[in-house]
């Protein structure tokens, strides 16, 4: 115990309704592997999840590098030698795999980033890893995210290494090839908590165990006093055959009720398979092999082939809505997401597919309803102070018995569940293994997927394993163990994955950093385009005046977009830069009469005043949590209103000195478009080559992962907020050089003109990723356009309908191309 | 909660209650809250400024009580369904220019029918986009404002137009005393509530705005509930303009800009999630009357409009962040209590930290 690298002590952790953690002690010793067992909803990933940062507890201390805390940063908790596998790989999708691993590594780790890419490469290739460091984390292979961010925490030459249930997504060889990195790692006197719940890896590899059960500690010691059964008991809090109810008498001769014929679909192929009335189906295989894709299908979630018979008469599985009326009821795994409906009541929940007949009159009858509630939780011991309660404040086993008593209320042919047990507590468990039987003992055909083999083993007639999506074993009768459907998911994956090195080299696309300079390029195409074509029209179009006066607006928008693109990156938007462009002019108008020394505190004093509004944006969407798009608006209103005060009616022109000097242009290129351009390319680089842009696309590709790598989401905000205030003021500022007045109802437009040069420029609109050289070149296409319009005779309403258009045809564009990409895929 | 983790079992098998005691039923509406703060106000209006609760000063108010809870009713829907119509400065404007212009030129019945229906086509515009193409709201109807903004330049050409006499007459009129336009929006607010509570359609209409996903799954399809909320969202919008172009006279070209704000701050203060789901139109309607109350309030301080929208602006400011601090839960009211301090949000601090 002394030489503890990570102690966890008194942790309490509770979620709405749930103690995922109740008062657990843990203890990691030097040089030993200490395995975290328990089943799933166990507090397992809570557990380890407060050690690493990414959760917060309640109460209790962790105690990591000699110091105690009472919680951590992720990124504290990286810096002090902890590293973190994932169960599911915390790395934000924009990023690129070099982006990844650089923004997980702590400070001192770190290499350059010149030369990054090679460093990266190397340190791949002495784990035997082929991949591409200029991929993108979407475009890669949840196999291949395991990896990386295995890759990464050994880089990071931590002291403490967790593994949260790593060998899911892996085979047999390059488990193999991870528990060698283990031993190296043991023989540095690394300490190395690991989470599983395979019980012969925990034999092979750990020293030490702890085993929880709804978020307490059952037992603890050393492994080598436990045989593999003792083991078993512990997690599972009991024998398996009390847990489980008797499986079907020998098969009824009957009609099959179910009939699968053919089914393919993304991610599997032709399957086929027949159920009776009264029999329970399980679906197996390691995680990734179509089995999930193949239950969905059936739930009228995209399959593309194939026929499904209910009672012989074939059901279309083009959308749940034909599954559904044809008596098939699908329970998904994401019971929050996909399931419930969170913030509504018990009843509400219940009643939800029951409404026509809770309302025969098409009115509400509220004691009808509460009847049939009652009816449909009868006998499922759902544990609500009230039918009124919502259903999110339920713990999990509840909750789940809310979506069983459901789907029993619709009286389906078939039930189709994904998950039934995941994070239900032990005592519900049981219950909905009963609930199941008696369900199927009524003559429903019912379909279980689970990644509990124990589970599949003790609850069904019949088990299904896959494999690269089609059928690798059919278990039925005694041969349905847990031995025997691990045994054939496992052997199943050694032909799929030969060897670690085995990185299928994938077409080249645009890297995704220069994506954004080829949308730049079209954008100046096109720019070039309009500008001859108007010149065409009418001839004064490319007068020095006019081509002048056109680049000067251009530099408005782009710096107005940089904005823009900024908060729109991190994942929110700012309604209020057209606000702060009216309050710079009539700010700066104030010092336009006096000398040059006076208007340069005037711009400082501008910019100031941008920053403090970027200030009060930013706290309210970090402190107050607003949703940014009312935070700003709010202040959007308050600033025009400030800026009408001090400047009730435009004035406060410049001095033709000041105008003349800002209006200096460099060989007919205006100063103020070489800033802008400048500032562009400044922005540019941070974003892509910066440890605050790697940040900052993080943050707004996936808050949560975000976090979990070690990134300050909220700091990103707020720093964004700060930024789009200064760009905003800036612009603000540029617009003077052209007006040459202060006036408070000037730049209202340009929130919209700021949307759409994001939008055309090819960023996320929700958030991740973005180009500031694409924005620049978009800028000077807008105004392009609007200026273009007087020239060929169209009113200013074409200026509206156009942005309107451009944004909702950019917009849309990259999701057809997705849906085509993804329809391709399938075939 | 009561929910024990150290299950036995042999759980006790009491039955739970159907519901809540009457009190805290009524208690827990959202709409309660906002009825709270109504009141509160006008109980310190005459604090404030003496002539703020007489009858003359309430009966010049209620017109833009009712403007606003119109437009927020719109609103609600599309928060209902989880998104934000920022296209109600384009509607209410656009819907007003042709109430105004047109309602001399031809028949007022006709010029009013295509002033709501024709602007309402952009709301569903942006409806088809957001439902089929999952874009975001936000994007959307600012893009779908900028639309009807471009329609509002051209068919203007950049001029106010003078509203018909008729309905200028019947925008001002008034019944027992009561402006008329009160009792259009009660009317409009009454409907929707019974839609929303007691009908199959509105039910349906809840859960898909909670959850479209799970709403999917047990086989209703989402996309007409969320196309509809846009459409009938624009559609309100043009409804509070023609009646606005009736009670200005003279609508002026960015006439809807007034109305975004408080379309949105109504519906939070009314105590409607901005997570979408369950809505309570009458708590929107409670907090229109609020925010023309508080205009009221701060008109009698300042003539000047500019002070006014700073003060509004802080005011609403301040108020949805309580409401939304508030959250509708109680268990955050009492956590605030205990520990006098706000539980910072952590994005980490989610379930789906448990997977």
């Known amino acids: ?827 | 909660m009561s929910e024990q983790t150290t299950t036995s079992t042999a759980a006790p098998r009491t039955a739970p209650a159907d519901r809540r005691s009457a009190v805290s039923e009524v208690l827990s509406w959202p709409g309660t809250r906002a009825l709270i703060a109504v009141l509160a106000l006008f109980a310190v209006s005459p604090l404030i400024a003496i002539g703020s609760v007489s009858p003359t000063a309430i009966v010049s108010m209620l017109p833009f009580a009712a403007l606003i809870a119109i437009v927020a009713v719109g609103q609600t829907l599309v928060i209902q369904q989880g998104g934000l119509d920022l296209s109600i400065p384009g509607a209410v404007t656009l819907g007003a220019l042709i109430a105004a212009k047109f309602g001399t030129e031809w028949d007022l019945a006709t010029a009013i029918v295509v002033a709501i229906v024709g602007t309402s086509v952009f709301g569903l515009l942006s409806g088809i986009v957001i439902a089929y193409f999952g874009l975001p709201p936000l994007v959307v109807t600012i893009a779908s404002n900028a639309l009807m903004i471009g329609a509002v330049q051209a068919i203007s050409g950049g001029f106010s137009e003078q509203s018909a006499k008729a309905l200028s007459d019947f925008a001002l009129s008034r019944l027992w005393g009561i402006p008329v336009l009160a009792f259009f929006a009660v009317g409009i607010v009454i409907i929707v509530h019974i839609v929303l509570k007691l009908t199959r359609l509105g039910r349906r209409f809840e859960l898909v705005g909670e959850n479209p996903r799970s709403a999917a799954n047990i086989g209703i399809s989402t996309r007409g509930y969320v196309i509809s909320s846009y459409w009938l969202a624009t559609m309100l919008g043009a409804t509070t303009g023609v009646l606005l172009a009736g009670l200005l006279r003279l609508p002026t070209l960015t006439a809807g800009n007034d109305y975004l704000l408080p379309s949105i701050a109504a519906v939070v203060l009314g105590g409607t999630a901005l997570t979408g789901g369950k809505g309570s139109v009458i708590g929107t309607a409670l907090g229109a009357l609020f925010l023309a109350q508080l205009g009221q309030l701060v008109q009698t301080f300042t003539q000047a409009t500019a002070v006014q929208n700073i003060v509004q602006a802080l005011i609403i400011g301040v108020g949805i962040v309580a409401q939304l601090q508030l959250g509708g839960s109680s268990a955050r009211l009492k956590g605030l209590m205990r520990r006098s301090a706000v539980p910072t949000p952590n994005t980490s601090d989610s379930m789906r930290s448990e997977k």
């Open chain 1, 1 to 827: 115990m002394m030489d503890a690298a990570l102690t966890l002590t008194g942790i309490t952790k509770t979620y709405p309704g749930v103690r995922a953690l109740d008062d657990v002690s843990v203890s990691v010793e030097r040089g030993k592997v200490h395995a975290v067992l328990g089943e799933n909803g166990a507090g397992k990933s809570t557990l380890v999840g407060i050690a690493a940062g990414s959760v917060v507890p309640d109460s209790g201390t962790i105690g990591l590098g000699g110091e105690q805390f009472a919680r951590i940063q992720p990124r504290a908790a990286r810096e002090r030698g902890l590293a973190i596998v994932y169960q599911i790989p915390a790395l934000a999708p924009s990023l690129t795999v070099l982006d990844a691993v650089l923004l997980l590594l702590p400070e001192s780790k770190r290499p350059k980033r010149r030369g990054a890419g090679e460093w990266l490469t190397r340190h791949f290739e002495k784990l035997g890893l082929r991949i591409d460091p200029a991929a993108t984390i979407s475009s890669l292979s949840l196999r291949e995210a395991h990896l990386i961010e295995i890759a990464a925490a050994l880089a990071s030459e931590p002291s403490v290494l967790v593994l949260d249930e790593p060998t899911e997504a892996l085979g047999p060889e390059e488990t193999r090839w991870l528990f060698d990195r283990i031993e190296e790692l043991l023989a540095q006197d690394v300490a190395i908590v690991y989470i599983t719940h395979r019980i012969p890896e925990v034999v092979e590899i750990a020293t030490d165990l702890t085993v929880l059960r709804d978020g307490k500690v059952v037992g603890r010691g050393v492994v080598a006093d436990y045989t593999e059964d003792q083991i078993v008991e512990l997690i599972v809090g009991r024998s398996l055959e009390t847990t489980f109810p008797d499986k079907a008498a020998n098969a009824p001769e009957d009609e099959p009720l179910l009939e699968v014929l053919e089914l393919s679909g993304p991610g599997f192929s032709n399957i086929s398979l027949s159920l009776l009335p009264g029999q329970i189906i399980g679906l197996a295989g390691v995680e990734g092999n179509g089995q999930r894709e193949f239950l969905r299908a059936l739930g009228g979630h995209g399959s593309t082939s194939g026929r499904m018979l209910v009672r012989g008469e074939e059901v279309s599985l083009r959308n749940p809505r034909s599954t559904t009326r044809a008596g098939v009821a699908f329970l998904p795994g994401d019971r929050i997401g996909k399931a419930m409906f969170g913030k509504m009541s018990v009843r509400e929940n219940v009643m939800a597919p029951s409404i026509d007949e809770a309302m025969p009159t098409g009115f509400a009858d509220r004691r009808r309803e509460y009847r049939m509630t009652r009816e449909a939780v009868d006998g499922l011991a759902v544990k609500t102070p009230t039918l009124e309660t919502p259903v999110m404040a339920l713990s999990g086993g509840s909750q789940q018995k809310v979506l069983l008593a459901r789907a029993r209320l619709g009286n389906p042919r078939v039930l189709l569940v994904e998950d039934p047990t995941q994070g239900v507590d032990a005592g519900a468990r049981v219950e909905i293994y009963a609930f199941l039987r008696a369900l199927a003992d009524s003559g429903v055909a019912v379909v279980v997927l689970s990644t509990d083999a124990v589970e599949l083993e003790g609850l069904c007639d019949r088990v299904i394993v896959f494999s690269r999506g089609q059928v690798q074993a059919t278990l039925t009768g005694t041969d349905v163990t847990e031995r025997a459907i691990t045994g054939a998911a496992v052997l199943s994956t050694t032909g799929s994955v030969r060897t670690v090195d085995a990185v299928p080299s994938r077409k080249r696309r645009i890297p995704p950093a220069l994506r954004g300079e080829v949308q730049a390029g079209v954008l100046v195409f096109l720019t070039i385009a309009l500008g001859i074509a108007t010149t065409f029209v009418s001839s004064a179009f490319v007068s020095p005046l006019n081509i002048s006066q056109l680049l000067a607006g251009a530099s408005v928008i782009i710096l107005v977009g940089l904005a823009q693109l900024l908060v729109v990156m991190t994942g929110g938007i700012d309604l209020s830069v057209g606000s702060v462009i009216a309050l710079s002019t009539v700010v700066i108008s104030f010092f336009g009469q006096g000398g040059p020394g006076y208007f340069a505190l005037g711009v400082a004093l501008t910019i100031a005043v941008g920053l403090g509004v970027g200030l009060v944006n930013g706290l309210l969407v970090t402190r107050l949590s607003l949703p940014p798009v009312i935070a700003t608006l709010v202040t959007s209103i308050a600033i025009v209103g400030v800026a009408q005060v001090l400047r009730p009616s435009p004035g406060g022109s410049a001095t033709g000195d000041i105008m003349t000097a800002i209006g200096t242009t460099i060989g007919g290129v205006p100063l103020v478009l070489v800033v802008a351009v400048v500032v562009s390319v400044l922005i540019w680089f941070i974003i892509q080559r910066t440890g605050l842009g790697r940040g900052f696309r993080a943050a707004g590709s996936d808050p949560v992962k975000a976090n979990r790598m070690g990134v300050s989401v909220p700091r990103m905000r707020l720093y964004a907020a700060l930024a789009a205030g200064v760009l905003a003021a800036l612009a603000g500022l540029v617009l003077y050089t052209r007006t040459g007045i202060g006036d408070a109802n000037t730049g209202q437009a340009l929130t919209l003109t700021s949307v759409t040069a994001i939008v055309i420029a090819g960023a996320s609109i929700f958030g991740g990723s973005g180009s500031a050289i694409a924005v620049a070149a978009a800028g000077l296409l807008l105004q392009t356009i609007t200026n273009a319009l007087s020239y060929l005779g169209l009113s200013l309403s074409w200026q509206y309908w156009l942005q309107g258009a451009f944004v909702l045809i950019a917009a849309v564009i990259p999701m057809i191309a997705r849906y085509r990409r993804r329809a391709r895929e399938i075939e």
